[in-house]
């Protein structure tokens, strides 16, 4: 009696239920770690370059390295 009560288990489509919504859960991690890492990491980088070479005088700083006798062939 008491086992006519109790709900038999899904096993048809199981597969493809677990799926769907683990498939949907991957997807959503992965463009949340890509906007991530895009917006923490890659435009940051983008500004510290673009800052860098804004200002970066590389007649200056080869001038610098061949005072310093960096360069064996530069005199």
């Known amino acids: ?3 006519s009560s109790l709900m038999k288990p ?3 489509g199981l597969l493809a239920k677990c799926l769907r919504f683990h498939i949907a859960g ?3 991690v992965s ?3 890509a906007a991530f890492c895009k917006f923490a990491v890659a ?4 500004k510290a370059y673009a800052d ?4 970066y ?3 200056k700083d080869f001038e610098a390295m061949r005072k310093a006798t960096v360069f064996q062939s530069a005199k």
């Open 1 to 3: 009696m008491a086992s």
């Open 52 to 55: 860098f070479y804004r200002i």
């Open 26 to 28: 991957a997807f959503t």
């Open 57 to 59: 005088d590389s007649i």
């Open 31 to 33: 463009l949340g770690a």
């Open 10 to 12: 899904q096993m048809h």
């Open 43 to 46: 435009e940051p980088r983008k």
